[in-house]
């Protein structure tokens, strides 16, 4: 299998990454090139989906790529382009949804799990941490696995991009406290070499974007 680069685009196939306990299967869907994730525990099959964003019909081929059933789809935050899908998927699959707990009412579906800061998420033999990074929407979440054999892997959704945080549309108090919790839940306490899965576009690492933190402060974006 050629080696996993987080390169996909709307319609082409998944870029999967191999880690000794997990597999990770990206997807670009829709027009707004929203990413998607399917993480399958590599012991027991059972799937976790990260952002049922659009295409329903793209993401159970995901599904069934994945091999297994999947038992649970986590909504990153309550903006429409991250959740179209999900009524969809969660009818076809009966999976259980979990979305942070700020943003859950406003999800197309009933919401099973409201996460918070610390929590985790738990399928299969894998487990996820919950890291609450609050400015692009009050409820967003990003997950993070800490692979025993090798480095961090954090899905940020909207919060954390290549060149910057999430938008936050012009408001400053918003901004203050989405990149405050950037660096204080993630830049503070990560290495470097922690891979970020964003919600729309190509991958990065903290490493990477770690110089530019001063930068993105003084614009204000």
């Not at 696995?145 to 936050?168: E, I, K």
């Not at 839940?185 to 990477?208: C, E, I, K, N, S």
Request: hydrophobic share 40%; glycine share 12%.
């Amino acid at each position: 299998m050629p080696d996993y680069t987080g390169d996909v685009r709307p319609g082409g196939p998944a870029d999967v990454r191999e880690l000794d306990a997990l597999t990770i299967r990206k997807v670009s869907v829709g027009d707004m090139d929203n990413d998607a994730y399917l993480l399958t525990c590599r012991a027991t099959g059972e799937q976790l989906l990260v952002d049922a964003a659009d295409d329903a019909p793209r993401l159970l081929r995901l599904v069934e790529e994945g091999g297994g059933g999947l038992a649970l789809v986590v909504t990153t935050h309550q903006h429409r382009d991250h959740h179209r899908a999900l009524p969809a998927v969660v009818e076809a699959t009966g999976a259980r949804t979990a979305a942070g707990a700020e943003d859950a009412d406003a999800l197309p579906v009933p919401v099973d799990v409201r996460l918070a800061d610390g929590d985790e998420v738990r399928f299969g033999e894998v487990v996820l941490q919950v890291t609450h990074l609050r400015g692009h929407t009050p409820g967003s979440v990003a997950l993070r696995y800490d692979d025993p054999a090798g480095r961090p892997h954090l899905f940020t959704g909207d919060s954390l991009f290549p060149g910057g945080v999430g938008n936050t549309r012009g408001d400053a108090a918003a901004f203050t406290s989405l990149l405050r919790d950037v660096e204080e839940r993630l830049f503070d306490v990560l290495p470097d070499d922690t891979w970020v899965y964003p919600g729309h576009g190509a991958d990065t690492t903290l490493g990477a974007e770690r110089p530019h933190l001063t930068e993105w402060r003084e614009r204000g974006w």
